[in-house]
């Protein structure tokens, strides 16, 4: 049995270590990173799944951003602990907090990632949106949580404005 609840301050260590050990040596390096520095988390969505002996079992953030001076969210990282991999908690935790996020009123969010993974969530490749380099444009996806939200939404994806 598994408790869904928000991501609190004190989970932050233990959170950003399940980040360490899914992902490779210089994760923060990346252009996402660049776009989530100095920019507060979207807190409703950031999510944390622990187990019954409350051992953290995978993790969701989400940040804003803008593209063509609209409000974007974007997705990530999300991280399963590779003992609970196979499970579907990273699906679990996305369409927990897509859910949250049309409720609480976005219109659009994107990610970098493997479309293959993300398209059963119903992410595409984003045609006209550019993340800051070295990010391959075809592990740019996007989401619309109210239909039409991408039309003529084109640009660099940017820091949100604070």
Known sequence: ??????????????????????????????????????????????????DETNTLAAVIRYWPAEVGGQDVLLLGPVAVHPTRQGEGLGGLLINESLAEARR?????????????????FGFRKL???G????????????????????AGVTGQVEKARL
């Open 127 to 129: 045609q006209g949106v």
């Open 1 to 50: 049995m598994y408790q869904l609840e928000e991501e609190t301050e004190a989970d932050w260590w233990e959170v950003e270590a399940l980040y360490d050990l899914c992902f490779a040596p210089g994760r923060t390096a990346l252009s996402s990173y660049r776009l989530r520095d100095g920019v507060p988390t979207v807190a409703p969505l950031c999510l944390v799944l622990r």
């Open 131 to 150: 993340m800051p380099p070295p990010t391959n444009p075809d592990r740019v996806l996007g989401l619309e949580l109210k239909r039409g939200a991408w």
């Open 104 to 120: 609480l009123g976005w219109e659009r969010v994107m990610l970098v990632g493997d479309a293959p993974y993300y398209t059963r």
